[in-house]
């Protein structure tokens, strides 16, 4: 129900319809989107924001929404929804996209505010954990992308976009083509992964794309959540968290291994060291060296 109080503009309704009008509208924004050359998972995203509003508008045009509208709706994900404050922030970057973008009308935003997202710890797994996981993960194609994604601290997505040319063994490297934020840069190739990669060659012979699903294509994204997930249950974890957890668990081994955080920035492909620092705050390193009062007491 997207809507101001005073003045109602979008009703509750039970069905999932799009206008005409507003179809175009979408048609209109994908096609924007594509020629800005945004990566295929934020088109997706940002469509599913957006066709998720024009739903609730029925029969009226999402062109015509003003800022206090854009408001509740917000608060009507906050409040009513209780969706995650980045949910909102999402649907936020959806709309202000296409009213920027495509309706050419920057200053809508000026006066929405955006609700202030919590400050979270990456989830990490203990190096055992990680160890059970792809022990005992038996599919080799499987287990090398588990090994991939530990071994290397690359994203779901680069996972997937890898190559059989970007494995360079003979400088020990992992070539990331296109990363977030369309960079190019170089991962280390440990000499496990390069047996494990060796191994996996050999029984599946890939033609193009480093892991493939069906027909040759790319291994799917949902898929590879779902190899992670049945990992983890193999071996008895039940943190939640999907394979990007693996990334953060490779950085903060790194820092309690005595890598350097600048190093690891590069490894990561972070604009900023703020980012990379978050893993100062679960390493375990120096925490383990506390000595906890509660240990002299004589009990």
Known sequence: ????????????????????????????????????????????????ELKAIMQLLQNRRIELLQPEHIKSYLLWLLQVKKVSETKVHSALNALKFYFEQVLKQPK????????????????????????????LTTNEKHKTMLMVAYGSGLRLQEIINLQITDINSARMVIVVRRGKG?????????????????????IYRPTKWLFEGMNNQQYGYRSL?????????????????????????????????????????????HNSIKTTMRYTHVSTAELVKVKSPLDSLDL
Request: proline share 4%; net charge positive.
């Open 225 to 269: 959540q779902l190899v992670f997930q049945q990992a983890k249950s193999r071996a008895g974890i039940n943190m939640k968290g999907g394979i990007h957890t693996l990334r953060h668990s490779y950085a903060t081994h790194l820092l309690e291994n005595g890598t350097d955080l600048r190093l690891i920035q590069e490894l990561f492909g």
């Open 1 to 48: 129900m997207l809507y101001h109080t005073s003045n109602p503009i979008i009703q509750k309704t039970s069905a999932a319809v799009i206008s005409q009008d507003n179809k175009k509208q979408l048609d209109l924004y994908i096609k924007i989107l594509q020629l800005k050359a945004y990566s295929s998972n934020t088109i997706r995203l940002y469509t599913y």
């Open 182 to 202: 369309k960079k190019d840069r170089q991962v280390n190739l440990s000499e496990k992964l390069l047996l494990q990669l060796r191994l996996y060659f050999r």
């Open 108 to 135: 809508i935003f000026f006066s929405i505010p955006r609700p202030k997202k919590p400050w979270q710890l990456p989830k990490v797994h203990a190096a055992e954990q990680v160890r059970r996981m792809i022990q």
